[in-house]
């Protein structure tokens, strides 16, 4: 099945710690995005990358990083400068070819990341 | 700022219509609408999108106003599994953010 697979789903950080999100998807997709969401909220975009070996900072790039060293994986890392990473973080992707379904993007089931 | 505003929260009848508004008068004319649904822990689904003519797929239609400054989804027979946070988002083919507000909490009452 195509898809965007996410892990881990749920990860638990000390405090001080370094922690890194997966995200690998086989669409075959040049962009790909990762999004921050807290309870009762709309998504906030973190990074985005459009293509191989380039990315580009989100709203609220702080305290995060991230590589593009292959198509189809764009792993991002809770840094401990991101002083309230608790959250639900979801990986998206989209294929910059125009197709019918217009550059929809298309996103994982998400990580929970919780400091404890 | 999200360029969309829609209702916090609505209830429907299961086997109902349910219709949701969006209002977004600030949509330029390059600016598509599109539609997103989130059950609860899970990653957003696409629902549908358009431009300015109506649409309608498997899973919902799409009404846009003449002036597109809103437009309304709606979820046919709507069913229990339909129970989730509805997103409605403006952007533009050469955009590649998607600017996201709090959505629509349907809730389908049995």
């Known amino acids: 099945d195509g898809g965007i697979t996410q892990s881990p789903k749920y990860l638990f950080r000390k405090e001080g710690q370094n922690v890194t999100l997966s995200c690998e998807q086989n669409?075959?997709?040049?962009?790909m995005y990762w999004y921050r969401q807290d309870p009762g909220q709309g998504l906030r975009l973190i990074y985005y990358s459009q293509i191989v070996n380039d990315f580009q900072k989100g709203d609220i790039a702080e305290g995060y990083s991230v590589s593009r060293e292959k198509k189809e994986s764009f792993p991002l890392t809770v840094t401990s400068a991101q002083k309230n990473p608790t959250a639900f973080y979801l990986c998206?992707?989209?294929?910059?070819?125009?197709?019918?379904?217009?550059?929809?993007?298309?996103f994982g089931e998400g990580s929970w990341l919780t400091v404890v | 700022d999200a360029k969309t505003t829609q209702p916090p929260s609505m209830d429907c009848a299961e086997g109902r219509a349910a219709n949701l508004p969006c209002n977004h008068s600030?949509?330029?004319?390059?600016?598509?609408v599109y539609w997103y649904r989130q059950i609860h822990s899970q990653g957003p689904q696409y629902i549908i999108h358009?431009?300015?003519?109506?649409e309608t797929n498997e899973m919902a239609s799409l009404i846009i106003t003449e002036d597109r400054k809103s437009s309304t989804l709606i979820l046919p027979h709507a069913t229990l599994r339909d129970t989730a946070v509805y997103y409605c988002?403006?952007?533009?083919?050469?955009?590649?953010?998607?600017?996201w507000g709090a959505g629509t909490k349907l809730i389908i009452k049995p």
């Open positions: 998206a992707s989209r294929d910059r070819n125009h197709d019918r379904a217009g550059n929809t993007i298309y």
């Open positions: 669409l075959n997709h040049d962009a």
């Open positions: 600030t949509i330029s004319g390059n600016e598509y």
């Open positions: 358009g431009l300015k003519n109506n």
């Open positions: 988002i403006v952007r533009g083919r050469s955009n590649y953010q998607l600017i």
